[in-house]
T-cell receptor, first 114, second 111 residues
Framework: EPEVTQTPSHQVTQMGQEVILRCVPI?????FYWYRQILGQKVEFLVS????????KSEIFDDQFSVERPDGSNFTLKIRSTKLEDSAMYFC????????????FGDGTRLSIL | DAKTTQPTSMDCAEGRAANLPCNHS???????VYWYRQIHSQGPQYIIH???NNETNEMASLIITEDRKSSTLILPHATLRDTAVYYC????????????FGSGTKLNVKP
């Protein structure tokens, strides 16, 4: 069964550095998402992406964050000037063209900011 | 924005059916009910979804009341591997729309 894959599984970065989290969505999917989950807290929506542009973003997704689909297969989340509070699990999700169909999630990247 | 209410936790004996309730009394006519689960810190795993008819797949059954104000997820024969947080989510059928994850129900399957 096709799945969403995320790399790396764990990223350790010094505060102030930039990180890029990578995702390979399911191949025929058109909608792409990033969520995050701070340890012990709820899964929070960050951003949705469709037709090569952001369709919705949360208050969390400020100028520090950006997303890109650099080619036909990858979907990336860039976090600039990382802060301690950016430490979290980051989940990528994708959904297909049928609008009532579910989103499928990857297993996440654990981001640790030191 | 929470549109669903779920119990904080439930226990179930291994091999028995687990019935997880969800209230969504403000659900709109075009909103679907989705169930996901999260095992430890893994990514949310899709289980099942429906609009108004009952649904069944290889993982679970979804029973939606006639007025659509509540639903029940049924795991017919719970195993220890079904121990997880289960999320009930309502969402309109627009691919743009995010999923809102509340606190869910922690299901503890016990031997």
């Amino acid at each position: 069964e096709p799945e969403v894959t995320q790399t790396p599984s764990h990223q350790v970065t010094q505060m102030g550095q930039e990180v890029i989290l990578r995702c390979v969505p399911i191949s025929n999917h058109l909608y792409f998402y990033w969520y995050r989950q701070i340890l012990g807290q709820k899964v929070e929506f960050l951003v949705s992406f469709y037709n090569n542009e952001i369709s919705e973003k949360s208050e969390i997704f400020d100028d520090q964050f950006s997303v890109e689909r650099p080619d036909g297969s990858n979907f990336t989340l860039k976090i600039r000037s990382t802060k301690l509070e950016d430490s979290a699990m980051y989940f990528c999700a994708s959904g297909d063209r049928s609008t009532n169909q579910p989103q499928h999630f990857g297993d996440g990247t654990r981001l640790s900011i030191l | 924005d929470a549109k669903t209410t779920q119990p904080t936790s439930m226990d179930c004996a291994e091999g028995r059916a687990a019935n997880l309730p969800c209230n969504h009394s403000t659900i709109s006519g075009n909103e679907y009910v989705y169930w996901y689960r999260q095992i430890h810190s893994q990514g949310p795993q899709y289980i099942i979804h429906g609009l108004k008819n009952n649904e069944t797949n290889e993982m679970a059954s979804l029973i939606i009341t006639e007025d659509r104000k509540s639903s029940t997820l049924i795991l017919p024969h719970a195993t220890l591997r079904d121990t997880a947080v289960y999320y009930c989510i309502v969402r309109p059928p627009d691919g743009f729309n995010k999923f809102y994850f509340g606190s869910g129900t922690k299901l503890n399957v016990k031997p």
